[in-house]
């Protein structure tokens, strides 16, 4: 018996893993998306508050679970059978009222939230009809004359197109089954069902651009892992290409501050590397150049001020090489310096708020994602808008 | 010992079992009846004798390439770059309803109606070009952008621009080879050897022999001018677009011009010169049941699919809802489907009416005369009278 105590005990240790490294490691992407809406702090509160009671009960009723199962272990071996217990009335009032207990205090703490969610909707009207279909959303906003179904609508898939700050309405609907209006960064979610118009308000606290220039920052990990590694690959391909020999390639080819990046990355990915090049580097050059790269780099003194003029390699760089994962600063500095590097081929991560399908329709809510835009003023939504309906519009 | 042995290789099939598509080491070959391949009335297979199917799937990888390893001969390293991830894009969020080959035959097709589109005809129905022409890159990124509203054909508009020039790219170079083959095919359904009927005649074996391996070389002889041919129509497609050479009229919707343009579209549109209604139908709901059966029958697309004319209360158009491209489709017609081209008798700014007049229909359908629903409890209203519905802000139903 105990080798299925070990297997019930290691349930409570990965979950509370799991969710140690999600809120330990945000760069992983496993907790919640940033919120972006007046209404998510109470959402979030609620979330965690609950997540907490359920946690502690679960791995509490686990590790009891565990223990029983040894104990049982120790007295099945002394007589070959269980102790079976029947019928404890104080046990039973107990595991009724506290539960009862606990959901009525549930019951109430979310009442706020939910009026808000829920019924404390602005007067005003629906910005635009958003209609699901497997597998897209479309959406429509009422055009120039400000009323639907008249031929001015203005349609337009898989993008929904908000003002900053501003409570917004939205009508949902659905053209075929039941699906799941998702704003993840938004915490709104609400069922689209069939026959049914649904009101469904927010408001974004932010805008996508103020959103993507912050997230760039943030999102080192990706932009190491798809941009770090092509580039180097590149950088191989083009050494391959101009046919010098590799000493003078560096030389003539690569700033120093281009070769530091490539010192740094190669410290950090030496392992890594070979199986993270573009397909196009042969592997035999690919083992051979990083061999090669990696002597004359080492022979570099990465500590010469020359070489590593204007960068800072100071804390924030070490950091980055001992983590896989990097921090904020390093990527900064990564991003600078491979700007530098190769101008005009970097640009910003392009990241968006989410709107997903959350009764996972299409494959892993990819083949139902949409997005939505939060706009600086109403005057740039309505910009957009009118650019739209002039391309919808066009007669030539 | 071999309990655990089970448990852990039932665990590795689960977990593995289902990732990723295997690619078969060809593009299979495609298999026609005589009526698809060159309008036989006949459902026979065209079946090619071994050797000569060697021989084209020779010819096909030579000038196509595998499914892994995409190519044409004279593209350049960057295209062939693009053809290759267009390839891996194609796979993940294609080929299940366009298929391998991109004979619209992937596994989802059979669920879908209207049928995905099979690029190996070199047919396609959404385009600005004329109506044999090719369509241009644009308006495959449109349609990938877009999607194809009432059809299962999701707008991809938020994939980078990268990515989706890749894929058409890609798509584009399977059109390519699916015509190609289709060519070939058709060159052995007319020319080729009957091997069967020339062992029944009793041809002796080394004579059939010989006129196989003649009809081998052959193909591959006229194969570069077929791929030349094929590669030739695409490239021309951009000098075929359709402008209409007279502007849209631009009315106030609340002009009495706009009304006018409004009564000489639906004067078009119920009238011999346009005849739209002959399909459509007077009330505009082209309802596949009140068709003439004759006319029904007919109806069936280059492909061989039920291919009904649209419900224009619906106010949804799978090539896209910009003016321009009602008046495309009027111009040109819709290639490989039913509807007509009305560029040669249409002037320009008829065109234009009946666009105005379509796009206005899903709105204000009382501009046709609407037959009451036939209620069933009832014995009256048989009369099949056109009631002219109330009054002009009078929205469609379907919406």
């Known amino acids: ?396 | 010992m071999s309990r655990r042995l089970t448990w852990l290789t039932g665990l590795s099939v689960l977990l593995l079992g289902g990732c990723g598509i295997n690619l078969p080491g060809q593009y299979p070959l495609a298999s026609y009846t005589r009526a698809e391949l060159i309008g036989e009335k006949s459902d026979e297979r065209v079946d090619l004798p071994p050797a000569i199917r060697e021989e084209l799937g020779n010819l096909l990888v030579d000038y196509f390439g595998t499914p892994k390893q995409p190519g044409l001969l004279s593209i350049s390293d960057e295209q062939w770059q693009n053809l290759i991830h267009g390839q891996a894009l194609y796979q993940k969020h294609c080929i299940h309803c366009h298929g391998l080959n991109g004979g619209g035959n992937g596994p989802t097709a059979p669920f879908l109606f209207p049928r995905p589109r099979d690029y190996r005809r070199g047919v396609f129905k959404w385009k600005s070009t004329t109506r044999t022409a090719k369509p241009t890159r644009e308006d495959l990124l449109l349609i990938l952008k877009e999607g194809a509203i009432g059809t299962s054909m999701p707008p991809f508009r938020l994939m980078p621009e990268k990515q989706l020039n890749e894929l058409v790219d890609y798509v584009i170079f399977l059109s390519m080879r699916g015509e190609f083959e289709r060519k070939l095919l058709q060159y052995y359904a007319t020319e080729g050897p009957n091997v069967r009927q020339m062992y029944a005649e009793g041809v002796s074996g080394a004579e059939v022999q010989q006129s196989v391996a003649q009809f081998n070389k052959e193909l591959a002889e006229m194969a570069p001018e077929v791929l030349a041919e094929v590669q030739e129509s695409w490239r021309q497609a951009g000098d075929d677009i359709i402008e209409p050479n007279e502007t849209m009229p631009s009315y106030n919707v609340e002009s009495e011009e706009y009304e006018a343009s409004l009564q000489r579209g639906k004067e078009l549109y119920l009238g011999d010169k346009a005849a739209c209604y002959k399909c459509h139908n007077r009330d505009g709901r082209a309802n596949v049941a009140d068709m003439d059966p004759s006319m029904r029958e007919k109806n069936v697309d280059d492909w061989g699919q039920p291919n009904y004319p649209r419900n224009l209360l619906l106010g949804m158009y799978r090539g896209g809802r910009r003016p321009v491209d009602l008046f495309r489709r009027i111009h040109q017609g819709i290639a490989g489907a039913q509807m007509p081209a009305g560029g040669s008798n249409l002037k320009p700014r008829e065109i234009w009416d009946i666009v105005n007049f379509v796009r206005a229909l899903p709105y204000r359908p009382s501009l046709l005369p609407q037959e009451k629903p036939k209620s069933a409890g009832h014995g009256h209203g048989h009369g099949a009278e056109e009631s002219h519905a109330a009054e002009d802000d009078a929205k469609a139903e379907d919406h």
């Open chain 1, 1 to 396: 018996m105990s080798k299925w105590a070990y297997f019930f005990l290691a349930v409570p240790i990965l979950v509370v893993a799991i969710f140690g490294a999600s809120l330990l490691f945000p760069s992983l992407g496993w907790g919640l998306p940033e919120n972006v809406s007046t209404i998510g702090k109470s959402i979030d509160f609620l979330y965690y508050a609950i997540l907490a009671i359920t946690g502690v009960v679960f791995v509490g009723t686990q590790l009891a679970l565990c223990w029983l199962l040894f104990i049982e272990k120790g007295q099945a071996s002394k007589d070959g059978r269980g102790k079976y217990t029947h019928g404890n009335h104080r046990a039973e009032v107990i595991w009724t009222v506290v539960p009862a207990f606990v959901l009525g205090i549930i019951a109430f703490a979310q009442m706020p939230a939910w009026y808000q969610a829920r019924f404390n909707g602005p007067r005003v009207d629906p910005i635009a009809r958003v209609v699901a279909r497997q597998f897209e959303w479309r959406i429509v906003y009422p055009g120039p004359d400000g009323q639907y179904d008249t031929s001015d609508d203005i349609h337009v898939p898989n993008e929904l197109h908000v003002p900053v700050n501003r409570r917004v309405r939205i009508e949902l609907r659905t053209m075929d089954v039941l699906h799941s209006f998702f704003l993840p960064h938004l915490r709104v979610k609400h069922d689209a069902v069939p026959g049914l118009s649904v009101p469904v308000w927010f408001d974004a606290t932010k805008t996508t651009r103020e959103y993507q220039n912050e997230n760039a920052e943030l999102s080192n990990a990706d932009f190491r892992a798809v941009d770090g590694t092509t580039r180097l690959g590149r950088i191989c391909v083009a050494i391959d290409e101009a046919k010098t020999p590799l000493t003078s390639f560096l030389k003539d080819h690569l700033s120093a501050e281009t070769r530091a990046m490539l010192a740094s990355y190669l410290v950090t990915w030496n392992a890594t590397l070979g199986a993270e090049f573009e397909p196009a580097v042969p592997s035999g050059l690919r083992s051979a150049m990083i061999g090669e790269l990696n002597g004359i780099l080492a022979t570099e003194d990465l500590s010469d001020p020359k070489l590593t003029e204007g960068i800072n390699l100071t804390a924030s760089t070490t950091s980055h090489l001992a983590s896989p994962l990097g921090g904020r600063k390093s990527t900064l500095l990564n991003r600078e310096i491979l700007q530098d590097a190769f101008p005009g081929e970097i640009k910003p991560l392009e990241r968006h708020f989410d709107l997903a399908c959350a009764e996972l329709c299409g494959w892993g809510h990819y083949k139902m994602k949409g997005r939505l835009i939060v706009h600086e003023t109403q005057e740039e939504l309505d910009a957009w808008l009118a650019e739209r309906h002039a391309e919808q519009e066009a007669s030539r």
